[in-house]
């Protein structure tokens, strides 16, 4: 019998990292709801408490008990601690959240932070007197240690330290991530990639200008697969970091006018629309394109909504300021019966309106991008022409209300008020490419009324996207502008000479669509509005309309298959070359004998001599002659 104290357990393997992703995943912090996940493990730690025996009391007392490597005996005491930990974690994340309407939950949250801290450096200690771990399992705790005491400094704002403990985790878990398998790594990767926000913020804190500009790539570039809790770290992060280059901006310039901006909202707003023309440039894909002008109108929006919400605020609590909800300008009363505006609602309502700009400019570019990714996805030839949908296209619909919401953008920035309406020149280029839209927003529109067979409306539109086009060519020209460059250059939308050039495109294109429409009209109200069929037909010969030459089958309406398949088939598929030879009837030929036939009158009397017909032959023929035939001269007649 072997004696139990020469007995030696095997480490056990704890998948520290793995249990708390699992848990946060199924229980709340999917929504970021930490809320949840803190009374999940509540319930959770009572429930392992009991199973152990290892209760603190019971319901009338409380006996606290501290874990020692004597009672550590069951690698599930370890689990049990790394909860403890993970529960004031995510208690303290909640009273986060809820720290911006009440700021003493922030030393609330503080108190819960560095409680973790003390149970991670309890356990850290601990485990170098377990020989049931691993060493895999105690890399991970020692790493967990690190990403807490990294949360907790980078609360309290002390950036170095805070940077210190989570460059540490992270070379943690870049040894663990090479010491797994393939099937394991995933979950070290995703820490990993959670570790690196925090990391560049606090280098952005301690002064690296770059550490911003990084924090917003990492945002675009995210992965499908990424969390909402990544997600809302990420914002958070932008927004501070934004936060603290906003003091930057004082002023902006809006045609020719200093507008200053007092709003921190306003800020940040107009320094993401400056930084996302840049992060245009370098995004690669349609996803990190789309992030950059979703990121940019949320800004937006919200500033938008500050500010609006401040003017309010002046506009009540002056009494001689009114407003009027038709023009949204807003007056200040003086007792001698003037309207001037006051200082500050002027500034405020100037920034309104350059705030509202900038929303429908750059919600103007992301329907432009979605409008040229559609068509972009749309095989070249059938379905799409010279960079425009085809009547082959099923969902013209789709294209025509992104063209809509573009010509509503445009009338929305024309009828702003203040500086837009004391530049012409602009007005009448936002005015030229609204109805450059309303052309491509016909067009479109037509092709819808083609799919329903609605001929009738679809011609017409097609004609009135024509007028619309054609009327946008000639103001767009710079001979007739009358916008600035500077103007030019605030009018949101391609170019002049760029959308000059596709209007030319949709002439031809509208033209093209208009003959397929009225044939196929025509089509469909032959043999009494019955559609005739366009499928391959054949003639008696048995061939259809494949085998033979167009010139053989201008009587035949063939579908577009068996035409490509026409073209396939013959060298010449128009005529046939050489021609096939025919049976002609031959040219007669005629004999002129009439004349033989027909005698002249004589004409002695008329000559007045003898004629060669009374004269004797002389000679020995003569002689011969007349002997032989003496009898048979003829009389004269």
């Known amino acids: 019998m072997e004696n139990p104290e020469n007995t030696t357990t095997a480490p056990s393997n704890i998948p520290v990292l793995s249990l708390v992703k699992s848990a946060q995943q199924q229980h709340g912090l999917r929504h970021g709801d930490y809320q949840r996940y803190h009374q999940y493990i509540s319930r959770k730690l009572r429930r392992m408490r009991k199973s152990l025996h290892f209760q603190q009391g019971n319901r009338s007392k409380v006996t606290p008990k501290k874990l020692t490597p004597d009672i550590v005996t069951n690698p599930r005491f370890i689990i049990l601690a790394v909860f403890e930990i993970e529960r004031s974690w995510a208690y303290a994340m909640q009273l986060k959240a809820e720290s911006s309407t009440e700021i003493r939950k922030r030393f609330q949250m503080c108190s819960r932070l560095r409680k973790a801290v003390a149970r991670a450096e309890l356990l850290c200690n601990m485990e170098d007197n377990l020989s049931l771990l691993d060493a895999q399992t105690k890399l991970e705790l020692r790493a967990y240690k690190q990403w807490i005491r990294g949360i907790l400094f980078f609360e309290l704002q002390n950036w170095v330290v805070a940077k210190e403990h989570l460059e540490s985790a992270q070379a943690i878990y870049n040894i663990l991530l090479q010491m797994v398998d393939e099937d394991s790594q995933a979950v070290y990767k995703s820490r990993i990639d959670d570790l690196l926000p925090q990391i560049r913020y606090c280098a952005h804190s301690i002064g690296d200008e770059t550490a911003a500009t990084d924090l917003q790539r990492m945002r675009n570039q995210a992965p499908d697969g990424l969390t909402l809790l990544s997600e809302l770290q990420l914002d958070q992060l932008l927004s501070q970091a934004r936060a603290s280059q906003a003091s930057q901006v004082s002023e902006v310039d809006w045609l020719g006018t200093m507008i200053p901006v007092k709003s921190e909202k306003a800020k940040i707003a107009i320094l993401t629309v400056e930084e996302s023309k840049s992060e245009l440039e370098k995004a690669e894909s349609l996803q990190a394109k789309l992030a950059i002008y979703e990121s940019v109108l949320k800004s937006c929006v919200e500033a938008v909504t500050s500010v609006r919400d401040e003017l309010r605020t002046v506009v009540t609590s002056e009494p001689s300021v009114t407003s009027d909800k038709n023009t949204s300008v807003v007056v200040a009363s003086t007792k001698y019966g003037q309207t001037l505006g006051s200082e500050k609602v002027s500034r405020l309502q100037l920034l309104y309106n350059y705030l509202q700009y900038l929303k429908l400019a750059k919600t103007i570019d992301r329907t432009l991008l979605h409008i040229e990714t559609t068509i972009s996805s749309l095989a070249e030839g059938s379905y799409k022409r010279d960079q425009l949908a085809t009547s082959a296209y099923s969902k013209p619909q789709e294209l025509s209300r992104l063209y809509d919401t573009l010509v509503q953008n445009y009338q929305e920035i024309i009828s702003l008020p203040c500086l837009i309406q004391d530049h012409n020149g602009l007005k009448d280029l936002l005015y030229a490419k609204m109805l450059s839209y309303r052309s491509f927003r016909c067009y479109y529109l037509a092709l819808a009324y083609s799919c329903n067979k609605k001929y009738v409306e679809c011609s017409a539109l097609l004609m ?87 010139v053989d089958r201008l009587n035949i309406y063939a579908d577009e298959k068996s035409v490509e398949k026409s073209f396939n088939n013959f060298v010449y598929p128009f005529v046939n070359l050489p021609p096939q030879f025919r049976p002609v009837p031959v040219k007669p030929i005629f004999f002129d004998l009439a004349l033989n036939h027909i005698n002249f009158p004589s004409l002695d009397d008329k000559i007045g001599g003898k004629t060669s017909g ?24």
């Not at 004797?616 to 009898?631: A, E, F, N, V």
Request: contains cysteine.
């Open 614 to 637: 009374s004269s004797k032959p002389s000679g020995i023929t003569g002689l011969m002659r007349g002997w032989l035939w003496r009898g048979s001269e003829p009389s004269e007649t």
């Open 464 to 550: 009135r996207a024509k007028q619309h086009a054609e009327k946008a060519i000639s103001s767009l020209k710079y001979t007739a502008a009358t916008w600035t460059e500077g103007e030019e250059c605030v009018a949101p939308g391609p170019t002049p000479d760029v959308l000059s050039k596709s209007l030319q495109s949709l002439i031809l294109q509208a033209e093209s669509e208009d003959f397929t429409c009225k044939a196929a009209s025509m089509l469909d109200t032959v043999e009494g509005n019955e559609p005739i069929s366009i499928t391959p037909l054949t003639d008696s010969t048995g061939l259809d309309a494949s085998q033979k030459s167009l």
